[in-house]
């Protein structure tokens, strides 16, 4: 049973990724001002994140309470640390680029930031199957 619960808040966190990924950020940035989306994002991504990364580390508890130690264990540990990367290093860093105008700074962090969200997806994905 224990289980079947880390395989559906794995689904949980991809669904969250995909939704806000797909929903949330383009509606925002076709809906509000770039000032207004600014305010908005810089709430929220900060929740998206540590929600994320909550849940990610019941499941990678969950695996140790399973000793459950193999490819699975590796990936949620690395899905967790992307999560506590992109929110307590990245992010920052991608508010201070834009901040100071640093455009090319802000464009290479920020796509790193897709390129993270992108291979939590795969692997998630991976865990998934």
């Known amino acids: 049973m224990i289980e079947q619960v ?3 808040l794995t689904a949980m966190v991809l ?16 809906t509000l001002d770039e000032d207004n989306a600014r305010k908005f994002i810089r709430r929220i991504f900060p929740f998206y994140y540590n929600v994320n990364l909550g849940i990610s580390l019941i499941v990678l508890f969950t695996f140790i309470s399973l000793s459950k130690l193999g490819v699975d264990f590796y990936l949620i540990l690395v899905i967790s640390l992307l999560f506590a990367i992109s929110n307590y290093l990245l992010m920052p860093l991608i508010n201070k680029y834009r901040d100071q105008n640093q455009e090319k700074k802000f464009k290479y962090s ?8 992108f291979v939590q997806m795969i692997f998630l994905v991976v865990l998934l199957i």
Do not use: D
């Not at 669904?15 to 076709?30: E, H, K, N």
């Not at 920020?110 to 969200?117: G, L």
């Open 6 to 8: 880390s395989i559906y």
């Open 15 to 30: 669904g969250i990724m995909l939704f806000f990924s797909f929903v949330i950020a383009p509606v925002v940035f076709t």
């Open 110 to 117: 920020h796509f790193i930031s897709v390129v993270i969200n």
